[in-house]
């Protein structure tokens, strides 16, 4: 539960709070900063009135923002300009958006994003870390073989020549302690070749400089190197078959793909049109043939139910499966749809790296999202394969979670009490708004499960089954789908297995637009002062996990001191303890002008169970 605070907890003493725009938009210094902000979707020199103050940078911040790492604040910075021709371009054909003229030059939308940047870092550090590397002892890839951790040993790998002890790490693995134990005891390149995440920003090879114990011999690393040249040369590429994409998508990672939508765009529809739908994925998209789609079938596995401890293989276990096509789906059951939200859970983590570098993908506001369902109960599927009483089956059979396995190897689970649930609203959907399921977002079947971790709603879902435990692998049981106190940095402290997987989310706003509705009392336009007040028109979103209504959303203008109800509009009228989607909102703000010449702003949402977004992230990190 969000921990309900004070609103006198000052809100401006919080750094991440005070992150300021680039206020000089006509020198090659401040391109590249420029060209980050354009990329985030978060500047835009139409969104303020032309009568404020040019070179007047209006910073407005979400506050407290409850992750599944913490509470943290997402900051949206808009320019002010006083040019009227400048405006948004929104379609899905491009992502540039018109920017002063001066700086035109210097910015190169396909060139400035997050991924590409890192990638250029990493080479360098690596480059950096080889000059290093004379004084470090030599070992050979047989060496490093027989530290695998087996029996008590060390947990030894080698990349790029470079030899690490890892055993100390493996419990903090974002990806879980089963994916890098494959790598245990040998070269990660071709790991890495699939994993291709690790490329997305300089973090990994950071955090590896502090477990160099040595230097691959020369002549084994020309056998590596061979090896990836082999590699490339025969193998199908996983990612060759990836789907295009929207421009105007913020891009962490090409590979996975992680991208997501950007600021400025996120309230322009209650539902977020397919194209600009948030992108999280841990692996390559499925690609399925014309035959793979026509012969695709979703299992249902009760093998649970069967009498005795002993797990069943082969035809024993077949008699328990039973399997529906995409025919099936359509033509035999009835069809439902649900408008859920989907939020990635370390959405607006980027904010925390102000106050220590975090581990994970560096999230705005945008991955979340918006959308309309179609497909069919996966409780009328459970019951048609034969539960007939999900109470009688955790009673007799030890039945507690059902489990979603999917096409690429990803398995999750939740409690049967949630899909079971006739109120609960999970559906195995086969559209998304109204249009045939992308294949970014599951195509062909995908599970919503509607107020849970974005990650619980499965993509590319062919088979479900019932369980006494919940899934196995990192998106279930690893360390990023786990809350850990505060005040631990190194899971090694804790036992992680122990802890609960994320499920329902907390609670979350964000600030999209705004427009300065006045002067300043006693000013002119150019006069603006420290101490001013103005009145700016505010929006944004917000949404509750679990179903849990929205009911109220504040915003502040003045550091926390008065607080401004804002209006409901779409999403308001949702059912009592079914608000799956989001809700927007809309507040005019009166806003003092600090002595820095912008003006701060801060929202925070308010839950039915009355669970308030905290005023500070100084206690989580």
Known sequence: ????????SSLMKNPLIRRRLVQSFSTASSASTLANEVADGETTSDAVSRKILSGLAVVVAAVGATTFYGNNTTVCEQAANDDDDDTNDETATTATRKVPKTTMEYLNFEVWTPAIVAREDLTELVDEHDDEMEGYPVYTSKQVAENDGTDGKPIWMSYGGVVYDVTNFISNHPGGTEKIMMAAGSSIEPFWHTYRQHFASDLPIRLMEHMVIGRLVEKDQVLVDAQMEAIYETSDDPFDHEPVRHKALRVHSEHSMNAETPAHLLTNHYLTPNSLFYIRHHHPVPFLTTEQVQNFALEIDLSSFAPGEEELFGKEKQKYIKKYTLEDLKTKFP????????????????????????????????????????GVRLSDLLKDAGLDDPMQAEKEHGVRHVRMHALDDMSASVGIEKVMNPYGDCIIAYEMNDQLLPRDHGYPLRVIIPGYAGIRNVKWVNRIELSKEEAEGPWQRGLNYKILPPSITDANEVDIEAMPSVMEPSLFSGITNLRLEDESEGSTAGEYQPGDKVTMTVSGWAWAGGGRNIVRVDVTGDNGLTWTSAELKEGK?????????????EAQVPAVVLKDGTVDLASKAIDNAFNVQPESSDHVW
């Open 335 to 374: 069809q439902t749809h649900v408008v859920a939200t989907l939020q990635c859970s370390g959405n607006r983590r980027a904010d925390f790296n102000q106050f220590q570098r975090t581990s994970g993908t560096g999230w705005g506001q945008g991955a979340i999202s918006n959308a309309k369902w179609t």
């Open 1 to 8: 539960m969000t921990p309900i605070r004070h609103h006198q």
């Open 573 to 585: 009228g949702q059912r009592f303890g079914k608000a799956w989607a989001w809700t927007f909102w």
